[in-house]
Each structure stands twice: as C-alpha cells, then as structure tokens.
C-alpha cells in the first residue's frame, strides 16, 4: 500500500552533517505520520523524530534534540532528517516509517524502508 525507499546515507566524522531522504509512494493520504528511526547492532530499534504530511505535529528523541531536524515536501512525497553536530552515538541504521498516527512506538508504523547506513567516526 506505501512503499518507502531511504538514501543520504554515509561516513562522517563527528561534527559533521548529513541529510537523509525517504521517498514514499502508493497510498500515502492514509498514513499522516512519518517516522525515523534507527538501529545499531545489538540493540533495539529506537525512535528519532516524527512529523505529519499535514505539519500539525513534530517531535523528536531527547538524545537528537537540538540536532536534527525532520521536515517534508508535500509535492515530492518526501521527508527529510537534517543530522548536525553528529556522534558517534549516533552510529546506525536509519529507518524511515509511515503510520496512522504520530508515535514513538515502532510496532505503531504499518509501512518500512529498506534502511540506509549512516557511521560517525571519533
């Protein structure tokens, strides 16, 4: 029903930027919440930041605030994650996620993307 596909990716050292895109597709008018989240080996999945296509509700992890930024592009069905002041903590694979309501739970999002990798280096 949605399909999801996640790039921006990489290898930085700390400090530094980068800007994750996921591109969705299908029936998105029933998903309102777009989600990131990311996993590092060994551990659970854990939530990022959350927005609705409609720009009613945003909110982010305490452990990114202040340094990331989610925002979208209505027109390209497309959501954003502006990382800055990147840690190695940080070190992941990110996941982009469409649900019905905006929520920090992951079992709460119907839809996944493939992930993409993103290293911060020391």
């Known amino acids: 029903q949605v399909q999801l596909v996640e790039s921006g990716g990489g290898l930085v050292q700390a400090g530094g930027s980068l800007r994750l895109s996921c591109a969705a597709s299908?029936?998105?008018?029933?998903?309102?919440?777009m989600g990131w989240f990311r996993q590092a080996p060994g551990k659970e999945r854990e939530f990022v930041a959350v927005n609705t296509w409609s720009g009613s509700t945003t909110y982010y992890a305490d452990s990114v605030k202040g340094r990331f930024t989610i925002s979208r592009d209505n027109a390209k069905n497309t959501v954003y994650l502006q990382m800055n002041s990147l840690k190695p903590e940080d070190t992941a694979v990110y996941y982009c996620?469409?649900?019905?309501?905006?929520?920090?739970?992951?079992?709460?999002?119907?839809?996944w993307g493939q992930g993409t990798q993103v290293t911060v280096s020391s």
């Open positions: 996620a469409a649900g019905f309501s905006a929520t920090v739970d992951p079992n709460a999002y119907s839809y």
């Open positions: 299908g029936r998105t008018f029933s998903s309102r919440a």
